[in-house]
Structures are given as structure tokens and as C-alpha cells.
């Protein structure tokens, strides 16, 4: 089994398509992918999910016991998207890490149901940590299937202190800008991403821009997942959060530009 040097802890995903059928999906699908693509050895611990045609047999996969990947469908209406969860899953913890994996240099912490325990930002002291924290602002009430709500997600200052890169939408916020102010306040490095509309990067706290990389945008899908992993691998690498974000743009450009994953390029196309 491959010793991964980035370690993505949170399930992947089923997606219901409208024609019934189902499609693979996930914040640690999209950002495995991707920093496998920019030469890194990767591991996922996730649910027991699917594993899409394109995904490299280097992406080292340890599904946690007795848990089968959550099923979300997302419906488009004209206020905006709907999300409405169909299966949910159990949450993951430090025994689900194989020991070996736990000395990876590159953790990120990819919940998409709050199934990460804060808890495990302690877990890897030597680790650059990085966390999409989306899943955490989600909220859902029994019986399933049931429409995802929006809860804000509020941890203690301790939690953010450790946290190394926290990468999260502005749709993730509802558009509350003040919710990420408030997260950098803790945390050293806070990316707030806006779509073509670029990012805003708070560096302890104090906001920079981010212009978006050109692109011709056929599937939105996954492009934030794409955006954060392709940071911490460029920030491992630099040092330089400036540097990584722009990287990290470009990437999430490309990636924009084909349907599903299989957009996400790889290094050497980056560097041509």
C-alpha cells in the first residue's frame, strides 16, 4: 500500500443524477485527484464509496468499516441550488487512519456531513493541515431523504490556531463575508473563494485578492476541492500563501473548462 505524503480524511460521495443514475462525487474525490495530478502520493479515508473509471491505482483508498458513502442529489432552481441528502454515514476517527498514514506531511481534513471531529486537528502535530470546513455548516433532520440546511459552524479559537489553511466558498457562508473575518482571526491562513469572481486570501488576518485564472466554464463541479488542495501542495512547496493561491486559481481554472473530474490537469500541463 502507498505511504501517502497527503492524507484527505472525509467521505466521498454517491450523487443522485436527475436520470436516476449515480455519479461519484465529494470534496476528498475532486481533491485526491488533484494532488495526485500535481505529483503527490495521496491517501483517503472515506466511507465505503465507488471509485470513478479515471482515478489512478497510486490513490491509496482505506474505507472505514461498515459505512457506505453518503448519497446526496442537487437540484438547481431558480433561487438557487437545493441540496437534499438521501443516505448519511457514520463519522471518522483516528482508528480509521492506517498508523503508517498518520506521519503524512499534508493532512486535509474533508468533511462533507461533520463527520471529522474537531478533535483531529491535534492528531498530526508535525503535519501542514489543511481543512475545507463545508461540511461542518451543514444541517439535516430525520426522516431521510431531507433538504440540507445552513448552520454555522463555530469552533473554538484552539481549533482554528492549529489549522494551517481553512478553504471554504462564500456560497459555504451564505454570503456572510464577516463569518470568514471572524475565522481569521485564529487562523493564519483563511482562503474565501468567489468563483470567476476570484478569491480573497487573509494572511493573519488581513485580506488580499486573488484574481480568477481565464476560463471557458463548462462544470463548476468540485472547482473550490480543487482550489484548496492545489494551495496546500503549492504552499508545502513555496512557503508563499500569495504564490499558492495564485497556483491554486490557475488550477481551479483548468478544471472548470471539462465535465467532472477528468478536467483537472496534471503537472506537466501546468507548467507548459
Known amino acids: 500500500m502507498t505511504i501517502p505524503d497527503y492524507l484527505l480524511i472525509g467521505h466521498m460521495t454517491r450523487d443522485l443524477l436527475p ?21 503527490r502520493r495521496v491517501g483517503v479515508v472515506s466511507a465505503h464509496a465507488a471509485i470513478p473509471f479515471d482515478w489512478s491505482t497510486d490513490i491509496a483508498v482505506a474505507f472505514a468499516p461498515g459505512m457506505d458513502a453518503p448519497i446526496f442529489e442537487n437540484r438547481y432552481t431558480p433561487q438557487g441550488r437545493v441540496q437534499i441528502l438521501h443516505a448519511n454515514s457514520g463519522g471518522l476517527t483516528l482508528d480509521d487512519v492506517p498508523p ?40 439535516w433532520h430525520a426522516p431521510l431523504p431531507a433538504q440540507i440546511a445552513y448552520r454555522p459552524w463555530n469552533p473554538p479559537p484552539h481549533v482554528l490556531e492549529r489549522i494551517d489553511a481553512l478553504v471554504m466558498s462564500i ?47 463548462r462544470d463548476p463541479t468540485g472547482a473550490g476541492d480543487v482550489f484548496a488542495a492545489a494551495l496546500l501542495v503549492r504552499l508545502d512547496e513555496t512557503g508563499d500563501p500569495l504564490e499558492a493561491a495564485h497556483f491554486a486559481a490557475c488550477i481551479a481554472a483548468r478544471s472548470v473548462e471539462g465535465i467532472g473530474p477528468g478536467a483537472i490537469p496534471y503537472r506537466a500541463d501546468v507548467e507548459r
Request: with cysteine.
Open 19 to 39: 436520470d436516476g443514475s449515480y455519479a461519484p462525487g465529494g470534496t476528498a474525490l475532486y481533491a485526491a485527484l488533484t494532488a495526485h495530478r500535481l505529483g
Open 100 to 139: 503508517a498514514w498518520r506521519a503524512a506531511r499534508i493532512v486535509h481534513l474533508a468533511p462533507i456531513l461533520a463527520e471529522t471531529p474537531e478533535y483531529l486537528v491535534d492528531a498530526f502535530p508535525d503535519a501542514l493541515l489543511g481543512m475545507t470546513p463545508q461540511g461542518m455548516m451543514r444541517a
Open 171 to 217: 456560497e459555504d457562508v451564505r454570503f456572510d463575508e464577516e463569518q470568514a473575518r471572524t475565522y481569521a482571526r485564529h487562523c493564519s491562513l483563511v482562503a474565501l473563494t468567489r468563483g470567476a469572481a476570484g478569491a480573497t486570501l487573509f494572511i493573519k488576518g488581513r485580506p488580499s485578492h486573488i484574481d480568477a485564472c481565464p476560463a471557458i466554464e
